[in-house]
């Protein structure tokens, strides 16, 4: 069974920055790619960023510029850097692996006051 567990949500002043990191169980090159998703209450859970294995990215428009994924394969981790962050930034953000089958984290609350 693998394993994602997120780090690094909190509070922040909008403009401030966060760095999330998510902890994969398995080797992370085992898996096509890693994504960080997020949910905000009301509304349904989106894609915000994406890695593939061959070091392809995708940014959601709604962050790109200020939105940064990486990972360290050596540490099985995977990184979001979140800069000028916004109050439309507030949610919930989800660590997902897609391999064979798809893996989520459980979540880190991530909230931008005003």
């Known amino acids: 069974q693998v394993q994602l567990v997120e780090s690094g949500g909190g509070l922040v002043q909008a403009g401030g920055s966060l760095r999330l990191s998510c902890t994969v169980s398995?080797?992370?090159?085992?898996?096509?790619?890693v994504a960080w998703h997020r949910q905000a209450p009301g509304n349904q859970r989106e894609s915000v960023a994406s890695?593939?294995?061959?070091?392809?990215?995708y940014y959601a428009d709604s962050v790109k510029g200020r939105f940064t994924i990486s990972r360290d394969d050596a540490k099985n981790e995977v990184y979001l850097r979140m800069n000028r962050l916004k109050p439309d930034d507030t949610a919930v953000y989800y660590c997902?692996?897609?391999?064979?089958?798809?893996?989520w984290g459980q979540g880190t609350q991530v909230t931008v006051s005003s």
């Open positions: 398995e080797n992370i090159t085992n898996f096509n790619t």
């Open positions: 890695l593939s294995r061959g070091g392809t990215t």
């Open positions: 997902r692996a897609l391999g064979s089958a798809i893996w």
